[in-house]
């Protein structure tokens, strides 16, 4: 072989090199730079994109809306632990036929969006019966933010209390049968075992809650308790304007937040040392009546609390009112509706194809490859710890000039979507894509099919499912999304999120209402179409499932 | 493994043709949406503008020039944050609200083109509104704050020393609505400034003093029977009790000019400064300010500050106290002021 022919047959190895520096590029840009940024603001005030308009700062750093935010999560975290427990101990324990129902609800709390939670319940505490209430008093109020925070924090810590009751295992509830007679005994035993992942479930909760911008934009703002998260946005999109303030505020909120996951790391370790060695899975066993009505009791609950009154009020609100020039909701809305779904697409496409990537990455044998997926990985997961709010805020002040000059254009908001909800995407396709044996394409390359049969043949009809769903998840949250759309938009277009606040605020709560389910019904239709049409188009038609399944019975 | 690697062998032509379909419609879909969210016809102009009557005046323009301007409207407090945040990368080109202390700040930050102020013929107000380095030009002026009460509950808040001492009144939050802070720094001027003034704010928060997000707000309030009476700007509140007999206005001694300002950007190329600054001497037209008279919006009830034409469906300036609050001193405050308020009266 000539030198020439040597440095050729290297040149698809380059281009390869370097597709993949420029991939992880790409992906500093996006993710580290506006961040990394945005939160040295304060030490480097000159990288604002204006300097504060007069001497705001020297009034302080809002220590109301700290103690607000430190003591609403620490009260939303305490009181989400015992529904919590007692939620994941029926789904992970337990045998009875609402198991499947209280999944779903917990799946619906979590994609309800805080915001229109709030407008829900604001609608029912609203009603004559309810406006001159103790109820009403209190719901305007602190307890009133907590309670909301801690039905939003509810399908988190019920995961965590899930695999905490898995974790325990047979083999301990075998031992504490066997060795400790009374059952209060045995219960505060157990109680012991748990108490890492109940530290564990609080501080999640904890953080969720001091991040969370729905409930501070509406109930937090109404009732004039303010929260960080919504002081955050004052600081940047209403007068005056003072970049250092807010990024001085996100640096607080980070750090709330890396000391509460710093905690749950600690608490975990002490899990595992408490709990070491392999577990037998628990088995189900089936509910006696009494903790049958408790479960059935809960799961109405959380049901009536999460999804059921909010959306029934939203839904009696929205028929209630004067329909605009016979239309369910007006010209401003619809035009919402319609760039929300725009943006929910692309960014749900973008978002699943950036992680579809990067995880393919990891399968790679390749040392280089593999290392560079999994700092991928790592970053972009870090990036799911960071509020909307200041990711927004960070994508403000990065894209505000130069060579960077987006601010204000559809495609920074597209940009700020997908790598906000990438982290979720790559979540959500781990499992899937860890379970694809990494032979079963190295055996296919070796028998001289190409990327794209590969793709055809083997990837995509293994993955169109997950990929389809991770696809909705991120659609779904994406078409509702409110903090980062209100930093964002491209002025003149507000998103439906913005459209919904902007009618909250100025008290059009019937429209806001109305335009809340027209929202929600599209984005299930499109949410249905979706799930429905991708697989059927692009899966297989000549048995492929099958043929894999009768592969794998055979263990071949 | 073997009988899965026969079933994708290429012969599979249906499978590979409907994947291959199913990306190009999903590559499709996904470019179909981005091109169709941006916007490919560059307008000859943008306006960002909190003026109620800005559409039929940008209409105008665009019958008369043939030229396509393009109108972002939103309210007075995020305008003025959205101009901040895109600081000086500007997407628009000419800005027209209420409020010559936002204009000032602004101004100072170096946003405003200067010297793009047309002469005109000016009333002596007008050229009091007009500033040294001609970097924004009045376009007229309304009240900050007149008194609004239902008409059941009349003649309880009549003046100022009233209006301080009544319950269930309500006003616009400063900090989200531009033209409540003129209003806010009038009541401060009248009870002996900065911070001499708190303790009338302090007085109206111990009775109760509903503030709302914005004087739409305050009137929602108003209506919905939340509130007896509201402090509202002018035009909002003489608007309401025009169209719904159940209200009544009146008008406060001394009265808080707000007025309304239009500025061109500084960062624009020279050419579309150009035109900017056009669209600001049509904005003054005699014959455009009529039109903005007899348009539907609330903001029709403006106070000209030039001596044609006169507005003939409002009272006579003259035969009202009228106060401006220098912008200089006030827009300057702007911060501490709102920060104040926001801890001791909104809380």
């Given amino acids: 072989m000539t030198h020439a022919s040597r440095l050729l047959s290297h040149i698809p190895n380059l281009l390869t090199s370097m597709a993949r520096l420029l991939f992880a590029a790409l992906i ?14 304060p030490l480097i005030p000159s990288l604002a994109p204006l300097p504060p308009l007069d001497t705001a700062l020297r009034h302080g750093l809002s220590p109301i809306a700290m103690w607000n935010t430190v003591r609403l999560s620490i009260e939303a975290g305490f009181l989400v632990v015992p529904p919590g427990l007692l939620i994941g101990f029926l789904l992970e324990r337990r045998r009875w036929l609402g198991r499947g129902f209280l999944s779903v609800t917990l799946w619906a709390v979590f994609l309800m969006p805080s915001y229109l939670l709030t407008s829900g319940w604001q609608i029912l505490v609203a009603m004559p019966v309810l406006a001159d209430s103790h109820i009403s008093r209190l719901f305007y109020g602190e307890a009133g933010i907590v309670f909301l925070l801690t039905i939003k924090g509810l399908a988190f810590s019920a995961m965590s209390a ?26 505060w035993l157990i109680a012991r075992l748990l108490f890492p992942i109940v530290g564990s479930m609080m501080m999640v909760q904890m953080v969720a809650a001091s991040q969370d911008f729905g409930v501070a934009a509406t109930l937090g703002a109404q009732v004039h308790l303010p929260l960080v998260s919504y002081v955050i946005y004052q600081n940047l999109s209403t007068i005056p304007v003072d970049f250092s303030r807010a990024a001085l505020l996100s640096l607080f909120l980070v750090c709330l937040a890396l000391l509460a996951l710093g905690a749950q790391a600690m608490l975990g370790r002490s899990q595992a040392a408490t709990i070491g060695g392999r577990q037998h899975r628990p088995v189900a066993l089936s509910c006696r009546p009494v903790m049958l009505a408790l479960a059935w009791l809960l799961t109405g609950s959380v049901f009536l609390a999460g999804v059921g009154a909010p959306q029934v009020a939203l839904a009696v609100e929205g028929m209630s009112g004067p329909a605009v020039h016979g239309s369910l909701v007006d010209a401003g809305s619809w035009r919402a509706i319609s760039l929300s779904l725009r943006y929910g697409f692309v960014s749900a496409v973008a978002a699943v194809l950036l992680a579809a990537i990067i995880l393919g990455g990891r399968m790679r044998s390749g040392k280089g490859g593999a290392v560079l997926a999994r700092l991928l990985l790592w970053l972009t997961s870090a990036n799911m710890a960071v509020p909307g709010v200041i990711l927004g805020a960070s994508y403000l002040i990065a894209f505000n000039g130069g060579m960077l000059a987006l601010y204000g254009t559809p495609m920074l908001l597209l940009l700020a979507y997908t790598a906000s909800h990438l982290p979720v995407a790559l ?43 991770a696809w909705a998840m991120v659609f779904i949250t994406v078409f509702f999304e409110l903090p980062l759309s209100e930093i964002l938009y491209p002025a003149g277009t507000p998103p439906l999120a913005v459209r919904l606040l902007s009618l909250g605020i100025s008290q059009h709560y019937e429209a806001q209402a109305r335009v809340a389910l027209v929202g929600m019904v599209t984005c299930l239709a499109v949410t249905c179409l979706g799930l429905v049409l991708v697989p059927f188009l692009a899966g297989p038609t000549d048995g492929t499932d099958t043929t894999f399944k009768a592969d794998k019975a055979n263990g071949r | 493994m073997m009988t899965l690697l026969r079933t994708v062998r290429p012969n599979n032509r249906q499978r590979s043709a409907r994947m291959r379909l199913a990306a190009t419609l999903l590559f499709a879909a996904s470019v179909g949406c981005v091109v169709s969210l941006e916007d490919h016809q560059i307008p000859d102009m943008v306006v960002y503008s909190s003026v109620g009557t800005a559409p039929a005046v940008i209409s105008a323009y665009t019958r008369e020039t043939g030229r396509r301007a393009s109108l972002v409207t939103m309210s007075t407090g995020a305008l003025l944050a959205r101009i901040s945040a895109e600081a000086h990368h500007p997407r628009w080109d000419v800005v027209w609200f209420e409020g010559d202390d936002g204009a000032v700040a602004m101004d100072r930050a170096g946003l405003f083109a200067r010297g793009t102020v047309p002469d005109l013929d000016w009333t002596p107000l007008g050229r009091t509104l007009l500033p040294a380095d001609r970097s924004y030009e009045p376009t007229g002026f309304t009240l900050a704050g007149v008194f609004l009460e239902r008409a059941d509950k009349a003649h309880t808040v009549q003046n100022w020393t009233q209006a301080f001492n009544t319950k269930r009144i309500g006003m616009a939050d400063p900090a989200l609505s531009g033209p409540a802070y003129q ?29 709302a997000p914005s004087n739409a707000a305050v009137l929602t309030s108003l209506l919905t029977g939340r509130i007896d009476s509201a402090i509202t700007q002018s035009s909002a509140g003489i608007a309401l009790s025009r169209t719904d007999k159940r209200f009544l206005v009146a008008l406060p001694d001394p009265a808080f000019i707000l007025p309304g300002v239009a500025s061109v950007a500084a960062d624009q190329p020279a050419s579309r400064r150009h035109t900017a600054s056009d669209f600001l001497r049509f904005i003054m037209r005699p014959d455009i300010q009529i039109l903005r008279m007899h348009d539907t919006d609330a903001d029709r009830l ?41 801890r001791m009266i909104v809380r």
């Fill in chain 2, 183 to 211: 209003l806010l720094a009038g009541m401060l001027s009248i009870n002996g400034g900065w911070p001499a003034g708190q303790s009338a704010l302090l007085r109206m928060a111990a009775n109760g003093m509903l503030v």
């Fill in chain 1, 162 to 187: 899930r695999t905490g009751w898995h974790v325990l295992g047979e083999d301990l509830e075998a031992a504490s049968r066997m060795h400790v007679r009374t059952a209060w005994r045995r219960w």
């Fill in chain 1, 427 to 469: 979540r959500f396709l781990d499992a899937p894509f860890a379970s694809l044996h990494r032979g079963l394409g190295e055996a296919a390359r070796v028998h001289g099919l190409s990327l794209s049969e590969r793709l055809e043949g083997i990837y995509l009809p293994l993955l169109i499912r997950p990929l389809s769903w």
């Fill in chain 2, 302 to 342: 403006f106070w000209p500050v030039t001596n044609s034409p006169a507005q003939p469906d409002l009272p006579d300036p003259d035969g009202m106290t009228l106060m401006h609050l220098s912008p200089l001193i006030w827009g300057g405050r702007q911060a501490e002021v709102i920060d104040w308020f926001q």
């Fill in chain 1, 28 to 41: 500093m840009v996006c993710f580290v730079y506006p961040l990394v940024r945005f939160l040295a603001l």
